[in-house]
């Protein structure tokens, strides 16, 4: 017996069926013409600063809705469709109406300067927002502020802080597996890489407003998505809870010497950022996967780590899948459940600098190459092939998906399984592949024509489906609470707004956290 299995079948059943998850899922809204909507997020939406499901990312044209916790894919994906169907009601349905992009690569984008930033208001905590928006524009360019995705929030009960930074651990060691199944993003618009260094191809036939790589799976999770050269020079253990925060902890009170230069404020008094600290707040932290704790009211997210300890997992490295309507299927739900079983229960040796390293070649090679055969992946000082490497990790998860349809009833965690088995084996038929596919076949090589394709389809199913007055009056009064709430968060404010920022970002309060703590 295999120390996975033993592993296994230490847990109970009840365990297994305690299972939980959650989803955050981003969507630009974009014009008919497939241009970026500049206008402010839907009055009728509520208000985005605290409606506890639908709110906006990065950007003010950035919509994020947000599932409640959930005890099977079906009925999470039931909440995620009925917060699409509110959106869309809300954007109205002529033909002038709005779209939510489909893709995680973004649409025609304007100049950098006049994307806008998310707007939440005269409070603190909503201007503190804004202001760290404009922090990261003026860090990486708002333009891969833009980028979308669907972040996975999981959990499974009785784990402590050391079971989940072992399963961090081996996700990161493992995603490539994910960013090859999933990835759907290898493709972009051209407006999103101009005036910028890269390596991306012209597509034949599209006068260079398409670029992509051939063998791509997710351009997002490569050196044009979340990444930077400050953060990189972040090498972040996942060893411990307590290296991890300490990692956090430098980087969120340490003046970075680039951001020093762009200062606080500028000579006119506007905010530029909220710290020149390598981090502004812990959210800036751009990883595959995040150890999580809800936090409490005026908390920091390591404050509640430190305290409280490890809570869920957030997975953060997959691609919109623009053949889905709301993104994500319940397939690919299960296929994660196991996974994340999987980098739980597998041995998971502590991290080092150089693997961390390696890790990053790995990631920026599946992202890029993905589905070039062949391709050659770093591992334990050594090469294997992506294939290779990621049948074998298929084939140990058998047993955990022979586990999980036990303890829920049913094949599905079996069928998810043989699907991942199947579209390793047919690399055509994986998301990314699709997406190019398509382009050349139907729209002349235009990634844009596909995904404004897609995007009018899946507006169009989802306007098509039932929406009951009961669900309509639900989510209008939810929306009228978040105006509500807005306003008495405002109202509440008495002092100015610099004396709040620092006393938040005060570096004595994380320190008194962690002796607190380790007392």
């Keep these: 017996m295999t120390a996975l299995t033993r592993r296994l079948r230490a847990l109970s059943p009840a365990q297994l069926a305690g299972m939980r998850r959650g989803l955050e899922k981003e969507s630009l809204r974009a014009l008919p013409n497939g241009a970026l909507a500049l206008t402010p997020h839907p009055a009728a939406l509520g208000s985005a600063l605290t409606h506890p499901h639908i709110t906006t990312d990065y950007s003010e044209s950035q919509v994020e809705l947000i599932t409640g916790v959930h005890g099977s894919a079906e009925s999470c994906l039931d909440e995620l469709t009925q917060l699409h169907q509110a959106v869309y009601h809300a954007l109205g349905q002529g033909p002038e109406a709005e779209r939510l992009w489909v893709g995680s690569m973004p649409c025609e984008l304007p100049t950098d300067e006049t994307i806008p930033l998310g707007r939440y208001g005269s409070s603190h905590i909503g201007r503190a927002k804004s202001v760290y928006r404009m922090g990261l524009g003026h860090r990486y360019g708002r333009r891969m502020q833009t980028i ?3 972040h996975y929030n999981w959990s499974l009960p009785g784990l402590d802080n050391d079971q989940h930074l072992g399963l961090i651990r081996n996700f990161r060691r493992h995603a490539f597996v994910l960013l090859t199944l999933f990835g759907a993003s290898p493709a972009v618009c051209a407006s999103f890489v101009a005036g910028r260094q890269h390596t991306l191809l012209p597509v034949p036939g599209t006068g260079g407003h398409t670029m992509h790589m051939p063998h791509a799976t997710s351009l997002r999770m490569g050196r044009l998505g979340y990444q930077s050269d400050a953060q990189a020079s972040l090498a972040v253990s996942y060893n411990s809870l307590e290296s991890y925060a300490n990692s956090l902890h430098g980087a969120l009170t340490t003046p970075y010497p680039l951001y020093e230069a762009v200062g606080v404020r500028n000579p006119g008094g506007d905010y530029n950022q909220l710290s020149t600290s390598l981090l502004q707040i812990e959210n800036e932290f751009y990883g595959l996967i995040r150890p999580k704790r809800v936090i409490r009211s005026g908390e920091r997210p390591l404050h509640a780590l430190r305290q409280r300890g490890v809570e869920y997992i957030e997975v953060r490295c997959m691609d919109l899948d623009p053949f889905v309507p709301v993104g994500i299927e319940a397939g690919t739900m299960r296929f994660l459940d ?10 998971s040796p502590p991290d080092s600098p150089d693997e961390i390293a390696a890790l990053g070649r790995n990631q920026h090679r599946t992202a890029a190459r993905g589905r070039e055969p062949g391709l050659l992946l770093e591992r334990d000082g050594d090469v294997i092939t992506l294939n290779d490497w990621a049948i074998e990790l298929l084939g140990e998860c058998a047993p955990i998906a022979e586990a999980l349809d036990t303890a829920h009833g049913g094949h599905h965690y079996r069928d998810a399984l043989a699907g991942a088995h199947a579209s390793l084996a047919a690399p055509d038929t994986l998301p990314s592949a699709r997406v190019l596919a398509q382009m050349q076949a139907d729209f002349d090589g235009s990634f844009n024509a596909l995904a404004r394709a897609q995007s009018e389809a899946t507006r169009a199913r989802l306007l098509a489906l039932p929406y009951p007055e009961p669900l309509a009056q639900r989510l209008a009064a ?42």
Excluded: K
């Excluded at 196991?338 to 041995?347: E, K, Q, R, V, Y």
């Excluded at 008495?488 to 005060?506: G, K, N, S, V």
């Design 148 to 150: 979308s995705g669907i």
């Design 338 to 347: 196991i996974f994340l079983l999987h980098c739980l229960l597998a041995d």
């Design 478 to 519: 939810m929306a009228e609470a978040s105006r509500a709430e807005q306003r008495r968060i405002e109202a509440a404010d008495t002092q100015p707004f610099e004396p709040w920022r620092q006393a938040y970002l005060d570096p004595a309060t994380l320190e008194v956290m962690a002796q607190a703590q380790a007392a």
